[in-house]
């Protein structure tokens, strides 16, 4: 059951709590955040005695924003009441205490479904797509910067960034005929724009937070540049070149793929290969889970 809400939730805890008034199920899965969610499912195990799996985001335990510490923080106890928690990497996991430790799995994400894609060119001119959010976590203006600078050096290439711009305005002062802000995109163009480019960026400041655009990368066999936190590292092992969100490192990395092109390609081979074991590894994860509730 998904109800769309935003915070306090209110309408996703009534609705919630009717839907657990009403029925009798067996296993109840909570997505969390919210962590009001949590509290309510805890509640009504102790009458109905179902087995209880919290899917957990990263930031549940380890919030980004002062709305996230009021919203979340003050429900991670009740996780003690989990019978299985499920986490997205190893490095999620490992920040967890060890009682919670103890019964959480990490379950991989789903592998990214490109339906009916056409095979795309890549663009003549060296391209960079960086799918954004337009979050504060994102270092946009890095980017933008570090490519302003590497053409002003006499590179040739352009930046292209995905997603609603609107979010902040005051960021469109940049661009220009090589700094292209595409706004939202509808799967099919983004998916297009994301086999046209030579290299995508997947970046954050938050050191626990997986980027959907890092396994779309993955299953496109692109080149990534990453940023250099836990979260991506106990993944993305081969395939990608770290950085550490500078500008002057930014510049150094992209300058690198730039010069050398036999270095793409090897990236290429290596983002083949750790797609292949990814999904090895969330096929096993799928059996697992499904033994635990068969078992039930």
Request: charged share 25%; with cysteine.
């Amino acid at each position: 059951m998904f109800i769309k809400d935003r915070p306090p939730y209110l309408k996703a805890f009534f609705k919630t709590l009717k839907f657990l008034l009403k029925n009798n199920p067996r296993v109840i899965f909570v997505q969390l955040a919210p962590g009001p969610l949590l509290l309510l499912a805890t509640f009504f195990k102790a009458i109905k005695r179902y087995f209880l799996v919290a899917d957990m985001h990263s930031f549940f335990l380890n919030p980004v924003s002062v709305g996230g510490v009021i919203i979340n923080k003050p429900f991670s106890m009740f996780l003690r009441f989990c019978d299985l928690i499920l986490v997205h990497s190893n490095a999620v996991k490992e920040k967890m205490p060890s009682k919670l430790k103890c019964k959480s799995i990490v379950a991989y994400d789903p592998p990214v479904t490109m339906k009916n894609l056409e095979k795309q060119e890549e663009y003549e001119e060296f391209s960079l797509v960086f799918p954004a959010s337009f979050a504060k976590d994102e270092p946009i203006e890095n980017v933008i910067i570090a490519v302003k600078k590497l053409i002003k050096r006499g590179y040739k290439l352009k930046l292209f960034i995905t997603g609603r711009y609107e979010r902040r305005r005051e960021i469109i002062k940049y661009a220009d005929k090589n700094i292209i802000f595409t706004g939202f995109l509808p799967s099919e163009k983004y998916y297009e724009l994301l086999q046209k480019c030579h290299v995508i960026l997947a970046l954050t400041r938050v050191g626990y937070s997986l980027s959907a655009a890092a396994l779309e990368a993955m299953f496109l066999e692109k080149p990534l540049i990453l940023s250099n936190k836990p979260v991506f590292k106990s993944i993305f092992t081969k395939g990608v070149i770290y950085t550490d969100n500078s500008v002057e490192d930014l510049v150094k990395k992209i300058s690198y793929l730039i010069e050398n092109k036999n270095v793409l390609s090897e990236l290429k081979y290596q983002m083949r290969e750790m797609k292949k074991r990814y999904i090895k590894k969330f096929n096993l994860v799928l059996r697992i889970l499904r033994n635990i509730i068969k078992q039930l």
